[in-house]
Nanobody, 126 residues
Framework: QVQLVESGGGLVQAGGSLRLSCAAS????????MGWFRQAPGKEREFVGS????????VYADSVKGRFTISRDNAKNTVYLQMNSLKPEDTAVYYC???????????????????WGQGTQVTVSS
């Protein structure tokens, strides 16, 4: 079965950096767009960014544009989220997600994605 496992979360001071990883198994990873979402306490899950199956298109939420970078290594079945210049408002549980369909430039909604990881906590202190 499909599994997505995030890692790399932790506690960091404002202005610092973290890199999250998401390893996929049980799926032809290179066929699917991958997304990152986050959810802060008491808030809805929100789109952070996505990278297309062949990494020719990345999309970012306005709130992270210029600070976060998504990349993927299809040989390692892994997608990354490099987070720089972190702010306290970036504190959330971060989830990776796999598109519900192959070979498409996926949207920014949670219902565009079918499989989800368990999440990794990112806490940014001020």
């Amino acid at each position: 079965q499909v599994q997505l496992v995030e890692s790399g979360g932790g506690l960091v001071q404002a202005g610092g950096s973290l890199r999250l990883s998401c390893a996929a198994s049980g799926v032809t990873f290179s066929d699917y767009t991958m997304g990152w979402f986050r959810q802060a306490p008491g808030k809805e899950r929100e789109f952070v960014g996505s990278v297309s199956w062949r990494a020719d298109r990345t999309v970012y939420a306005d709130s992270v544009k210029g600070r976060f970078t998504i990349s993927r290594d299809n040989a390692k079945n892994t997608v990354y989220l490099q987070m720089n210049s972190l702010k306290p408002e970036d504190t959330a549980v971060y989830y990776c997600a796999l598109d519900s369909r192959r070979f498409r430039y996926t949207g920014t909604k949670t219902y565009d994605y079918y499989y989800w990881g368990q999440g990794t906590q990112v806490t940014v202190s001020s």
